[in-house]
């Protein structure tokens, strides 16, 4: 009963227009001073120390750094890269455009904002050449969601915090699922030049492969630094965050120089905004599952699907279509605050393992990304490409296809996520 | 800014924290407890900034494609019901830190009691109030600034914040809307 009106009161709520912070918080409310005895004041401590949770202090850290990486000239070095590497195949330029968005999507921590920095070059670059429009605002659509899965990802770190899974362990199991994405993408790319005689570009010499990858491994180090440094156990993944911001200043005002000192202030605002609106969310979602776990409600449900004899795979299945819907109408964040607490518990039961589970939320949240109505990719698309919203949807569509098919992959092939944690010594 | 000190000041204090363990093998006890309360200043102000910035995220799914005069109805009913969020979070959280007042405890490292610490927050809630009944003011009066509903979705996640992607995403926001 408590369980119906608590999640009746946030749709109600989310669809009135209420920002989904306060839905959130105002639910769990309404439920706790009808159903129970707790007071507000254990509620206000609980939002307190949500703001307390060590590992969500990565957060603002990895927002601050993807801010500062997100300049133009940064986009233009990783393209500059992907093409020295893979220009020189049929449909070359696609392939560059894909491993541009992988390498940007990974060091700005955003998916917006890689398909605004690689798609704004891009798209008009492939067009030039003789591609599509379709096929190059499709593709960037999608490349640009590998960012929410590529570590370093705010979405695990949440999902981490959230269940209390180990945040490095998730970082390093979203590594072989991302790549595999990308790989898959990159195989439809090849594919698809051949079919329809896609030009190369002229192949590099040697020394342009080199400085170019000299020039994008200041960037791409980032990601190195992170990974390494926790699995060397030379910081938490908190710290390393707070590393990997301060070496993105230093890069950026040092190395590249695209930004001048006096642009800084600015960037730390607008990292502090961007923060701040996402802790408000979570916080909220701390007391929502606070709710949660005292009416005993992911217990009932959970009770329920055992009786049902429902086994894993089809539970896994169930998780998927009900993500798949979800995201289509959140972001990645707010879909993992609200539905990690109620399934997390019910697939421990089953025995999935915890980080597969965030790897398979993860990857549906990506999917959400591109899916309409609410994909925000699309829409950014659409701008970028210069190209109407529904065109941006037609063409993203077999881009989909592929990224649905790698959902059914690492959904039910565990291995895949769980391998590198599991050689790296984790439980 | 203030927000922009506190994150400044948080990412600084845990940088130089790592420097100074792995450097010297040392580093100061009062660190992470002042980050962390760092981080809680920042969120509960940023809150209300947010307000200003129309930066929270809502489902506008629903209100967007209602006719003019319901989406006026299910606004203010969004905005009495963030209202009465905000007026049990006031109330709340006054309980809160008058209990931790009475009980006059410290915190583990900082010199400081507890309360001042946590005070903030029931003045953090009735800001948001305050920045929420300005924010639908100004929509009803149809000022500059005019919003339909209480947030744009996802508009502190578009890229059009970062410094050097300006155009583009001005311009999908843009379209988006048309």
Same mark, same amino acid.
């Given at each position: 009963?408590?369980?119906?009106?608590?999640?009746?009161?946030?749709?109600?709520?989310?669809?009135?227009?209420?920002?989904?912070?306060?839905?959130?918080?105002?639910?769990?409310?309404?439920?706790?001073?009808?159903?129970?005895?707790?007071?507000?004041?254990?509620?206000?401590?609980?939002?307190?120390?949500?703001?307390?949770?060590? =590992?969500?202090?990565?957060?603002?850290?990895?927002?601050?750094?993807?801010?500062?990486?997100?300049?133009?000239?940064?986009?233009?070095?990783?393209?500059?890269?992907?093409?020295?590497?893979?220009?020189?195949?049929?449909?070359?330029?696609?392939?560059?455009?894909?491993?541009?968005?992988?390498?940007?999507?990974?060091?700005?921590?955003?998916?917006?904002?890689?398909?605004?920095?690689?798609?704004?070059?891009?798209?008009?670059?492939?067009?030039?050449?003789?591609?599509?429009?379709?096929?190059?605002?499709?593709?960037?659509?999608?490349?640009?969601?590998?960012?929410?899965?590529?570590? %370093?990802?705010?979405?695990?770190?949440?999902?981490?915090?959230?269940?209390?899974?180990?945040?490095?362990?998730?970082?390093?199991?979203?590594?072989?699922?991302?790549?595999?994405?990308?790989?898959?993408?990159?195989?439809?790319?090849?594919?698809?030049?051949?079919?329809?005689?896609? =030009?190369?570009? %002229?192949p590099?010499?040697?020394?342009?492969?080199l400085?170019?990858?000299?020039?994008?491994?200041?960037?791409?180090?980032?990601?190195?630094?992170?990974?390494?440094?926790?699995?060397?156990?030379?910081?938490?993944?908190? +710290?390393?965050?707070?590393?990997?911001?301060?070496?993105?200043?230093?890069?950026v005002?040092?190395?590249?120089?695209d930004m001048?000192?006096?642009?800084?202030?600015?960037?730390?605002?607008?990292?502090?905004?961007?923060?701040?609106?996402?802790?408000?969310?979570?916080?909220?979602?701390?007391?929502?599952?606070?709710?949660?776990?005292?009416?005993?409600?992911?217990?009932?449900?959970? #009770?329920?699907?055992?009786?049902?004899?429902?086994? #894993?795979?089809?539970?896994?299945?169930?998780?998927?279509?009900?993500?798949?819907?979800?995201?289509?109408?959140?972001?990645?964040?707010?879909?993992?605050?609200?539905?990690?607490?109620?399934?997390f518990?019910?697939?421990?039961?089953?025995?999935?393992?915890?980080?597969?589970?965030?790897?398979?939320?993860?990857?549906?949240?990506e999917?959400?990304?591109?899916? =309409?109505p609410?994909?925000?990719?699309? @829409?950014?698309?659409?701008?970028?490409? +210069?190209?109407?919203?529904?065109?941006?949807?037609?063409?993203?569509?077999?881009?989909l296809?592929?990224?649905?098919?790698?959902?059914?992959?690492?959904?039910?092939?565990?291995?895949?996520?769980?391998?590198?944690? +599991?050689l790296?010594?984790?439980? | 800014?203030?927000?922009?000190?506190?994150?400044?000041?948080?990412t600084?204090?845990?940088?130089?924290?790592?420097?100074?363990?792995?450097?010297?093998?040392?580093? @100061?006890?009062?660190?992470?407890?002042?980050?962390?309360?760092?981080?809680?200043?920042?969120?509960?102000?940023?809150?209300?900034?947010?307000?200003?910035?129309?930066a929270?995220?809502?489902?506008?799914?629903?209100?967007?494609?209602? %006719?003019?005069?319901?989406?006026?109805?299910?606004?203010?009913?969004?905005?009495?019901?963030?209202?009465?969020?905000? #007026?049990?979070?006031?109330y709340?959280?006054?309980?809160?830190?008058?209990?931790?007042?009475?009980?006059?405890?410290?915190?583990?490292?900082?010199?400081?009691?507890r309360?001042?610490?946590?005070?903030?927050?029931?003045?953090?809630?009735?800001?948001?109030?305050?920045?929420?009944?300005?924010?639908?003011?100004?929509?009803?009066?149809g000022?500059?600034?005019?919003?339909?509903?209480?947030?744009? %979705?996802?508009?502190?996640?578009?890229?059009?914040?970062?410094?050097?992607?300006?155009?583009?995403?001005?311009?999908?926001?843009?379209?988006?809307?048309?």
């Amino acid at each position: 009963m408590s369980g119906l009106f608590l999640l009746g009161a946030l749709f109600l709520c989310l669809a009135a227009g209420v920002p989904v912070a306060i839905a959130l918080g105002l639910a769990s409310i309404a439920t706790m001073l009808l159903f129970s005895d707790q007071s507000l004041a254990a509620l206000a401590q609980r939002f307190f120390s949500a703001t307390q949770v060590y =590992p969500l202090l990565a957060i603002p850290f990895f927002i601050l750094a993807g801010q500062l990486m997100t300049s133009g000239g940064v986009a233009k070095r990783m393209i500059a890269f992907a093409n020295a590497l893979v220009g020189r195949f049929r449909g070359g330029l696609g392939m560059a455009a894909l491993l541009a968005c992988a390498f940007f999507a990974a060091v700005s921590g955003s998916s917006p904002a890689t398909v605004v920095a690689v798609g704004s070059i891009m798209i008009a670059g492939m067009v030039r050449s003789g591609y599509s429009k379709a096929f190059g605002a499709g593709l960037i659509c999608n490349a640009g969601t590998l960012g929410i899965l590529i570590p %370093p990802s705010i979405v695990l770190v949440v999902y981490g915090a959230v269940t209390e899974t180990s945040v490095g362990d998730l970082f390093m199991a979203g590594v072989l699922p991302g790549i595999s994405l990308g790989a898959a993408l990159l195989v439809t790319v090849a594919i698809v030049a051949r079919r329809r005689n896609l =030009p190369r570009q %002229p192949p590099v010499d040697l020394r342009t492969l080199l400085v170019t990858a000299r020039d994008a491994g200041w960037g791409l180090a980032l990601v190195a630094i992170v990974l390494g440094g926790i699995y060397a156990g030379v910081f938490t993944p908190t +710290e390393a965050a707070a590393v990997s911001a301060v070496y993105a200043l230093l890069v950026v005002l040092l190395v590249y120089r695209d930004m001048p000192l006096a642009a800084v202030p600015r960037v730390l605002v607008d990292s502090a905004r961007v923060t701040a609106m996402l802790m408000f969310i979570i916080a909220n979602a701390y007391l929502f599952a606070f709710v949660l776990t005292t009416e005993q409600i992911p217990q009932a449900i959970s #009770a329920w699907i055992i009786d049902l004899g429902l086994p #894993a795979w089809a539970f896994l299945l169930a998780v998927n279509l009900l993500l798949l819907a979800a995201g289509a109408f959140m972001e990645p964040t707010s879909v993992i605050l609200i539905l990690a607490p109620i399934l997390f518990p019910i697939a421990m039961e089953l025995g999935i393992h915890p980080v597969h589970l965030g790897i398979v939320m993860t990857v549906n949240l990506e999917i959400g990304l591109v899916t =309409p109505p609410v994909g925000l990719n699309l @829409f950014v698309t659409s701008g970028v490409a +210069e190209m109407p919203v529904t065109a941006v949807i037609r063409a993203a569509l077999p881009w989909l296809g592929v990224l649905l098919a790698m959902l059914a992959v690492v959904t039910y092939v565990p291995g895949l996520s769980l391998a590198l944690p +599991e050689l790296l010594g984790a439980r | 800014m203030f927000i922009a000190a506190t994150l400044a000041f948080m990412t600084l204090v845990t940088f130089v924290q790592v420097v100074l363990r792995y450097a010297f093998g040392t580093g @100061f006890v009062w660190s992470l407890e002042a980050t962390t309360y760092a981080f809680a200043w920042m969120i509960l102000i940023g809150m209300s900034y947010c307000v200003r910035t129309n930066a929270h995220i809502a489902v506008e799914l629903v209100t967007e494609r209602l %006719p003019a005069t319901a989406a006026r109805v299910v606004g203010f009913a969004a905005l009495a019901a963030s209202l009465a969020y905000c #007026a049990f979070m006031v109330y709340g959280s006054a309980v809160f830190v008058g209990r931790l007042v009475a009980l006059g405890n410290y915190a583990r490292d900082i010199p400081l009691p507890r309360w001042v610490l946590t005070g903030i927050m029931p003045i953090a809630f009735a800001l948001l109030g305050a920045r929420l009944v300005q924010a639908a003011w100004r929509a009803a009066t149809g000022g500059a600034g005019t919003q339909r509903s209480l947030a744009v %979705p996802g508009a502190a996640l578009r890229p059009d914040r970062g410094p050097a992607a300006e155009r583009p995403a001005d311009a999908a926001a843009e379209r988006s809307r048309r």
